[in-house]
Protein backbone atom coordinates (compact mmCIF):
# COMPACT_ATOMS: atom_id res chain seq x y z
CA UNK A 1 0.00 0.00 0.00
CA UNK A 2 2.56 2.32 0.83
CA UNK A 3 4.75 1.94 -2.62
CA UNK A 4 1.29 2.84 -4.32
CA UNK A 5 1.41 6.14 -2.62
CA UNK A 6 4.68 6.99 -3.60
CA UNK A 7 3.66 6.05 -7.42
CA UNK A 8 0.90 8.46 -6.80
CA UNK A 9 2.78 11.51 -5.00
CA UNK A 10 5.27 11.05 -7.72
CA UNK A 11 3.01 11.36 -10.42
CA UNK A 12 1.49 14.40 -8.68
CA UNK A 13 4.98 15.78 -7.90
CA UNK A 14 5.89 15.67 -12.17
CA UNK A 15 2.53 16.67 -13.53
CA UNK A 16 3.00 20.40 -11.25
CA UNK A 17 6.56 20.47 -11.54
CA UNK A 18 7.70 24.18 -12.45
CA UNK A 19 4.48 25.64 -11.65
CA UNK A 20 4.67 27.98 -8.97
CA UNK A 21 2.42 26.51 -5.49
CA UNK A 22 0.18 28.16 -3.62
CA UNK A 23 -0.23 31.83 -3.34
CA UNK A 24 -2.69 33.37 -0.92
CA UNK A 25 -3.98 36.01 -2.86
CA UNK A 26 -3.95 34.38 -6.43
CA UNK A 27 -4.52 30.70 -5.79
CA UNK A 28 -2.57 27.34 -5.90
CA UNK A 29 -0.53 26.47 -9.55
CA UNK A 30 -1.70 29.73 -10.80
CA UNK A 31 1.75 31.36 -12.36
CA UNK A 32 2.88 30.68 -16.09
CA UNK A 33 6.55 29.50 -17.34
CA UNK A 34 8.62 30.45 -20.39
CA UNK A 35 7.44 28.15 -23.01
CA UNK A 36 10.46 27.66 -25.51
CA UNK A 37 9.01 26.32 -29.03
CA UNK A 38 11.46 25.52 -31.47
CA UNK A 39 9.98 27.03 -34.61
CA UNK A 40 10.22 25.82 -38.57
CA UNK A 41 10.84 29.04 -40.26
CA UNK A 42 11.93 29.67 -43.52
CA UNK A 43 16.01 30.44 -43.73
CA UNK A 44 15.02 33.35 -45.64
CA UNK A 45 14.20 35.13 -42.54
CA UNK A 46 16.01 38.15 -41.73
CA UNK A 47 16.87 40.21 -38.33
CA UNK A 48 13.25 40.85 -37.21
CA UNK A 49 12.78 43.87 -34.89
CA UNK A 50 10.16 42.62 -31.57
CA UNK A 51 8.75 45.16 -29.52
CA UNK A 52 6.99 44.82 -26.08
CA UNK A 53 3.04 43.54 -27.08
CA UNK A 54 0.81 46.18 -26.36
CA UNK A 55 -1.90 45.30 -23.82
CA UNK A 56 -5.53 46.86 -23.51
CA UNK A 57 -5.82 48.65 -20.15
CA UNK A 58 -7.62 46.19 -18.21
CA UNK A 59 -7.23 42.55 -18.42
CA UNK A 60 -10.37 39.93 -18.08
CA UNK A 61 -10.37 38.47 -15.03
CA UNK A 62 -12.50 35.18 -13.42
CA UNK A 63 -13.11 34.37 -10.38
CA UNK A 64 -13.45 30.67 -8.70
CA UNK A 65 -15.20 30.22 -5.41
CA UNK A 66 -15.12 26.70 -3.53
CA UNK A 67 -15.30 24.92 -0.25
CA UNK A 68 -12.12 23.04 1.69
CA UNK A 69 -13.33 20.68 4.40
CA UNK A 70 -10.92 21.10 7.25
CA UNK A 71 -11.02 19.85 10.77
CA UNK A 72 -14.72 18.95 9.93
CA UNK A 73 -15.35 22.54 9.37
CA UNK A 74 -16.35 23.82 5.98
CA UNK A 75 -13.87 27.21 4.57
CA UNK A 76 -15.30 28.94 1.94
CA UNK A 77 -12.08 29.93 -0.08
CA UNK A 78 -12.38 32.41 -3.64
CA UNK A 79 -9.64 33.11 -6.00
CA UNK A 80 -9.39 35.76 -8.72
CA UNK A 81 -7.39 34.42 -11.66
CA UNK A 82 -5.45 36.76 -14.22
CA UNK A 83 -2.80 37.47 -16.64
CA UNK A 84 -0.80 39.59 -14.79
CA UNK A 85 2.55 41.21 -15.80
CA UNK A 86 4.46 38.13 -14.88
CA UNK A 87 2.77 35.97 -17.46
CA UNK A 88 2.65 39.19 -19.75
CA UNK A 89 6.62 38.95 -19.47
CA UNK A 90 6.70 34.87 -19.99
CA UNK A 91 4.57 35.22 -23.26
CA UNK A 92 6.69 37.97 -24.92
CA UNK A 93 10.09 35.86 -23.79
CA UNK A 94 8.52 32.28 -25.04
CA UNK A 95 8.23 34.31 -28.04
CA UNK A 96 11.83 35.96 -28.04
CA UNK A 97 13.85 32.88 -26.76
CA UNK A 98 11.90 30.36 -29.43
CA UNK A 99 13.14 32.93 -32.17
CA UNK A 100 16.80 32.78 -30.90
CA UNK A 101 16.15 29.12 -30.49
CA UNK A 102 15.21 28.67 -34.12
CA UNK A 103 18.18 30.68 -35.33
CA UNK A 104 16.49 33.51 -36.22
CA UNK A 105 18.25 36.99 -35.25
CA UNK A 106 16.50 39.52 -33.03
CA UNK A 107 17.95 43.44 -33.36
CA UNK A 108 17.00 46.51 -31.18
CA UNK A 109 17.09 48.89 -34.09
CA UNK A 110 13.15 50.14 -34.16
CA UNK A 111 13.95 51.64 -37.17
CA UNK A 112 14.20 48.09 -38.94
CA UNK A 113 12.89 47.48 -42.22
CA UNK A 114 11.57 44.11 -40.88
CA UNK A 115 9.30 44.20 -37.24
CA UNK A 116 6.94 42.15 -35.55
CA UNK A 117 4.23 43.93 -33.10
CA UNK A 118 1.54 42.40 -31.29
CA UNK A 119 -1.67 44.25 -30.18
CA UNK A 120 -3.82 42.59 -27.75
CA UNK A 121 -7.37 43.26 -28.16
CA UNK A 122 -8.36 41.04 -25.35
CA UNK A 123 -6.09 38.95 -22.79
CA UNK A 124 -6.78 37.19 -19.39
CA UNK A 125 -8.82 34.45 -17.77
CA UNK A 126 -12.18 33.61 -18.31
CA UNK A 127 -14.71 31.29 -17.15
CA UNK A 128 -15.27 27.66 -18.56
CA UNK A 129 -18.11 26.43 -16.86
CA UNK A 130 -17.26 22.88 -14.88
CA UNK A 131 -13.71 22.84 -16.56
CA UNK A 132 -12.57 25.94 -14.49
CA UNK A 133 -10.76 28.87 -15.75
CA UNK A 134 -9.40 29.10 -19.77
CA UNK A 135 -7.04 31.82 -20.98
CA UNK A 136 -8.35 33.91 -23.28
CA UNK A 137 -6.05 35.85 -26.08
CA UNK A 138 -6.98 37.95 -29.18
CA UNK A 139 -4.20 39.61 -30.73
CA UNK A 140 -3.44 41.23 -34.19
CA UNK A 141 -0.62 40.36 -35.35
CA UNK A 142 1.67 43.03 -37.88
CA UNK A 143 4.62 42.12 -39.44
CA UNK A 144 6.88 44.81 -42.12
CA UNK A 145 8.76 43.25 -44.32
CA UNK A 146 10.22 45.90 -46.48
CA UNK A 147 7.78 48.12 -46.95
CA UNK A 148 4.75 45.94 -46.90
CA UNK A 149 3.24 45.38 -44.16
CA UNK A 150 0.79 42.29 -43.39
CA UNK A 151 -1.42 41.36 -40.54
CA UNK A 152 -2.89 38.47 -39.31
CA UNK A 153 -6.08 38.17 -36.07
CA UNK A 154 -4.64 35.09 -33.48
CA UNK A 155 -7.93 33.90 -31.13
CA UNK A 156 -6.83 31.91 -28.61
CA UNK A 157 -9.02 29.87 -25.63
CA UNK A 158 -6.87 27.55 -24.11
CA UNK A 159 -8.95 25.67 -21.42
CA UNK A 160 -7.91 24.14 -18.16
CA UNK A 161 -5.16 21.43 -18.10
CA UNK A 162 -5.76 20.61 -14.46
CA UNK A 163 -4.46 24.10 -13.03
CA UNK A 164 -4.41 27.55 -14.04
CA UNK A 165 -0.60 27.61 -14.60
CA UNK A 166 -1.43 24.58 -17.00
CA UNK A 167 -3.84 26.60 -19.10
CA UNK A 168 -1.85 29.53 -19.43
CA UNK A 169 1.86 27.77 -20.78
CA UNK A 170 -0.78 26.16 -23.19
CA UNK A 171 -1.99 29.32 -24.51
CA UNK A 172 1.39 31.02 -24.77
CA UNK A 173 2.83 27.29 -26.78
CA UNK A 174 -0.21 28.14 -28.84
CA UNK A 175 0.21 31.93 -29.50
CA UNK A 176 4.26 31.19 -30.12
CA UNK A 177 3.08 28.39 -32.80
CA UNK A 178 0.59 30.92 -34.33
CA UNK A 179 3.60 33.67 -34.85
CA UNK A 180 5.63 30.94 -36.23
CA UNK A 181 3.36 29.84 -38.50
CA UNK A 182 2.58 33.75 -39.74
CA UNK A 183 5.82 34.54 -39.73
CA UNK A 184 6.94 31.53 -41.98
CA UNK A 185 4.09 32.50 -44.52
CA UNK A 186 5.10 35.96 -44.71
CA UNK A 187 8.82 35.32 -45.39
CA UNK A 188 8.07 32.38 -47.67
CA UNK A 189 6.47 34.72 -50.30
CA UNK A 190 9.06 36.35 -52.70
CA UNK A 191 8.86 40.21 -52.96
Do not use: W
Request: negative net charge.
Amino acid sequence: MQKRHIIILSLLVSMFSGCALYDPDRGLFVSSEVQTVELQLPETVPAIYLPGFIYPATTLTDSQETTIASSGAYIPVSHTYRFDETDQMNLYLSVFESFEKSRVELTRESDSLNSLRVYFSEAGMVDDGIKGSALLLRASIEIRKGFRIYTREVDIKSRSKLTVAGSKNDAIRQFVNQVSLFVGDVYSQQG
